[in-house]
């Protein structure tokens, strides 16, 4: 498709089980970002990758998230062990340079709401 | 935690009305933005900036980035029903690795009952 898409839009699961969150970038896009969003907040950035390498992750709230992109394109969110206060809507973003301007924008997908019970 | 104010948190609008929203930091940034929410859906681009002083259009939006390079407002003219959103800014830092985003906590667009 066009943008980007991301795999389960809902995900219910109960407190300890781990869970794993699909994001497929628009086709061609260097940069990867993942953002968690709480209720009636604005989007926090968790984590970034330039191709298949993980260049920041200082916004994962905890050891038990992992994110990977291990061929540069679909990446996955990992959450271990999940917990209660890990319920909200994870989003992706994908972005690559304008050949026009040199700058670089993010495109968000849908996001996967996950509730934590 | 968020370093972004957005102003007001919630506000309604008539059909036709003029509005405008608000959003200040207290570190600088070099990128200002300006995306749209619906319920169920990602934020959309509305806007970017990349000047101080930069005022962009959009159609029926407005939006400036402030001088200082600390703030930035959206107006948004002759607001029509599908207006209704939430809105939020978002800045990005010349020292952000990898044009991380740092956002707005968001100004809830509502219609008046």
């Known amino acids: 498709g066009a943008g980007v898409s991301q795999s389960p839009r809902y995900k219910v699961a109960k407190r300890g089980q781990d869970v794993a969150l699909r994001c497929d970038p628009i086709?061609?896009?260097?940069?990867l970002f993942w953002y968690q969003q709480a209720l009636g907040q604005g989007p926090e950035f968790l984590t970034y990758?330039?191709?298949?390498?993980?260049?920041?992750k200082s916004g994962l709230p905890s050891d038990r998230f992992f994110a990977e992109r291990p061929e540069g394109s679909v990446s996955t969110l990992k959450i271990q062990r999940t917990q209660q206060e890990d319920s909200a809507v994870y989003l992706c973003?994908?972005?690559?340079?304008?050949?026009?301007?040199?700058?670089?924008?993010?495109?968000f997908g849908p996001g996967t709401r996950l509730t934590v019970t | 935690g968020q370093q972004l104010n957005q102003s007001p948190q919630s506000m309604f609008i008539q059909e036709g009305e003029d509005v405008s929203m608000n959003c200040t930091s207290s570190?600088?940034?070099?990128?200002w933005l300006w995306y749209k929410q619906d319920p169920g859906e990602g934020p959309v681009l509305l806007i970017a900036?990349?000047?101080?002083?930069e005022l962009t259009s959009n159609g029926r939006l407005t939006a400036q980035f402030g001088i200082t390079r600390k703030d930035s407002f959206l107006n948004i003219s002759a607001s029509i029903p599908s207006d209704v959103g939430i809105y939020f800014c978002?800045?990005?830092?010349?020292?952000?690795?990898?044009?991380?985003?740092?956002f707005g906590g968001g100004t809830r667009v509502l219609v008046k009952p």
């Open positions: 973003a994908s972005s690559t340079p304008s050949l026009g301007t040199g700058h670089y924008e993010q495109y």
């Open positions: 086709s061609g896009h260097v940069s």
């Open positions: 990758f330039q191709n298949e390498a993980q260049l920041d």
């Open positions: 570190s600088i940034f070099n990128t």
């Open positions: 900036l990349y000047k101080a002083g």
């Open positions: 978002a800045g990005r830092s010349a020292r952000a690795a990898g044009n991380k985003l740092t």
